[in-house]
């Protein structure tokens, strides 16, 4: 039961590229969220996907798409990277029962010069 | 919009000893959870203890504790018996009951624990 995995663990980017980051777990959880975590703030939430099939805008959400592939995974695209997006993403996923733990991958740390 | 401030950025004890670390929060919700999350230098995001608002007993596991005051929106926590591997960052965390189940993090408070 390995949770939550994220891959790349880390990444750097020109100004301009696109990525895609991926998220997956195996806990059978209902929603999965991605988050970014800048230095000194708290992570702060892109977008989440409250079910398969559906996707919603979080805090922060421009500059970036989400694809909910299955229950499973859930990807982060950036289409065209700035030097703004540097930053350790994060991705979650949890059951949505009522009171309910996130559970977080180990992140990914994205550079983009 | 729901915020969570934490006002310490910093913190530092000696082994074995009990430190709190503040957290205030604004809503206007009546239901809500609140969290306090450990990510140490890996890291990794670890859920250390959570609360619900609706419950006037302070939640506690093993040496932590909270300090929920929810006329104040105060929710402080305690590590009793404080060890090394508590050193971390500490993320208080603001959820509405009703809706998507999103996390609002304060800013963090660095806990350094000195042998």
């Known amino acids: 039961n390995a949770g939550v995995t994220q891959t790349p663990k880390f990444q750097v980017l020109k100004t301009g590229q696109s990525m895609t980051l991926q998220c997956a777990q195996d806990m059978n959880h209902n929603s999965m969220y991605w988050y970014r975590q800048d230095p000194g703030m708290g992570l702060r939430l892109i977008y989440y996907?409250?079910?398969?099939?559906?996707?919603d805008k979080g805090e922060v959400p421009n500059g970036y798409n989400v694809s909910r592939l299955n229950k499973r995974e859930f990807s982060l695209r950036l289409e065209s990277a700035a030097p703004s997006q540097t930053s350790v993403y994060f991705c979650a996923s949890s059951e949505s029962r009522g009171l309910d733990t996130q559970y977080f991958g180990p992140g990914t740390r994205l550079t983009v010069l | 919009a729901q915020t969570v401030t934490q006002s310490q950025p910093e913190m530092s004890v000696q082994e074995a000893e009990t430190v709190t670390l503040s957290c205030t929060y604004d809503t206007s919700e009546s239901n809500y959870y609140l969290f306090w999350y450990k990510q140490p230098p890996s890291r990794q995001m670890i859920l250390v203890i959570r609360?619900?608002?609706?419950?006037?007993q302070n939640a506690t596991e093993n040496r932590f504790s909270v300090n929920f005051q929810k006329a104040a929106k105060s929710f402080s926590l305690k590590i009793s018996d404080s060890q090394l591997g508590d050193t971390a960052m500490y993320f208080c965390a603001f959820m509405k009951q009703k809706g998507a189940q999103k996390l609002v993090f304060g800013q963090g408070t660095r806990l350094t624990i000195n042998p």
């Open positions: 996907s409250a079910s398969e099939g559906t996707t």
């Open positions: 609360q619900e608002a609706y419950k006037q």
